[in-house]
């Protein structure tokens, strides 16, 4: 038995169980030593590096899940899209015109980063907690598409260009759901035990933006996989105004980041399972403070299931041992008696 999937499935689990995002990255020195020898999309199209890669975190600490080593980016070399990673993702064409968006190809499930399967298979023959497989939302791979990764105040680029060419940006939406949708059910096929979707940039729109043009596309890729044994997280970045517009999205889990105390995501989504939200920055220096404020977060998750994570991905400056430190404070945490 799982105390991931038990969270996830709704219960209100004695521990919270923990996971973390970007856990098999760049503050791992292991990690590190790989990328002396791999370039990152290598690493990611390697079933074996990735495998591994995705194990890494699992060997130093107690953690309740793994996720698969790859990147949102992954799906949209097989469009026909040119990626290259500084460290961040950038697009070398970006998508402009409605050509531009007719040139993008849906190569459906099989075309569509098929050596994903096989790094989910390796991971599950050698790991003995859920994985979480993962993709990125339709509006957060668009803005990559055509701001070529610039992220400046809150990708007016991309905002501009909605506005500018609505019927370029639906048909764009709907190849990269159509895309996603084919992604995910590869790695729900192949094993992956609950999935993520990151909408890292959907805090950038107005609700009356983000119902329009992040929404429809974001359910149909969660409606789209309706295996009721694998649960499904839908988390967006900054995005406290939009949260009462999650409501009805079909997502077992709801992850919150920093900015939002769980306490308010509970009351906009009473009964759903949160995830989070532990601000990374915490975790870089001041270890002495850091078992308060982790504990602050549990506390802030009581009144329904929780599942403790960070509220971004950690950053590359963590020192490990304070990983170990958080780990062991959410583990000393009983939900049960806190409650009482
Ligand atoms: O450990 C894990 O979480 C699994 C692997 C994973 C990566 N990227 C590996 C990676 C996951 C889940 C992602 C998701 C991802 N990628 C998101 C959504 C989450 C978020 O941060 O909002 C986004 C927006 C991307 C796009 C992306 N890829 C960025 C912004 C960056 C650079 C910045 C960073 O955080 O490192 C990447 C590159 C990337 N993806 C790295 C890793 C480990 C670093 C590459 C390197 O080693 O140089």
């Known amino acids: 038995m799982s105390i991931f999937l038990d969270a996830a499935a709704g219960k209100d689990t004695r521990r919270a169980p923990i996971w973390i995002m970007r856990q098999a990255g760049r503050y791992l020195p292991e990690y590190n030593a790989l990328k002396e020898r791999y370039g990152f999309w290598e690493m990611c199209r390697d079933p074996e590096v990735a495998a591994e890669i995705t194990m890494l975190p699992l060997r130093r600490f107690s953690l309740d899940a793994a996720i698969l080593f790859s990147d949102i980016m992954t799906p949209l070399a097989d469009m026909g899209v040119e990626i290259e990673f500084a460290p961040g993702p950038v697009v070398t064409r970006p998508v402009r015109t409605l050509a531009d968006v007719r040139r993008l190809r849906v190569p459906g499930p099989e075309g569509t980063a098929p050596f994903v399967a096989d790094a989910v298979r390796a991971v599950r023959e050698r790991c003995h907690v859920p994985l979480i497989g993962f993709a990125g939302a339709p509006l957060t791979l668009a803005t990559y598409l055509v701001d070529a990764g610039g992220a400046a105040d809150g990708h007016a680029g991309f905002r501009v260009w909605l506005h500018a060419q609505p019927e370029a940006a639906r048909l764009l939406l709907d190849r990269l759901t159509d895309v996603t949708i084919d992604y995910l ?104 403070a850091l078992a308060e404020r982790a504990r602050a977060v549990l ?16 950053r590359p400056d963590t020192p490990v041992g304070h990983v170990q430190r958080v780990i062991e404070t959410v583990h000393g945490f009983d939900r049960h008696a806190e409650a009482d």
């Open 185 to 288: 059910r590869t790695q729900i096929a192949a094993g992956v035990q609950a999935v993520q979707l990151f909408d890292s940039w959907a805090g950038s729109h107005e609700p009356a933006v983000y119902a329009e043009f992040g929404l429809p596309y974001t359910r149909r890729v969660l409606a789209a996989l309706d295996d009721p044994a694998v649960p499904r997280v839908h988390f967006a970045v900054g995005a406290h105004h939009l949260l009462g517009l999650f409501a009805d999205l079909p997502a077992e889990v709801v992850g919150v980041d920093w900015r939002t105390p769980l306490s308010a995501a509970r009351r906009a989504l009473p009964g759903r399972t949160l995830q989070g939200n532990l601000d990374p920055a915490v975790l870089v220096h001041r270890p002495e």
């Open 299 to 314: 506390r802030e998750g009581l009144g329904g299931p929780h599942i403790f994570n960070l509220g971004h991905g950690i």
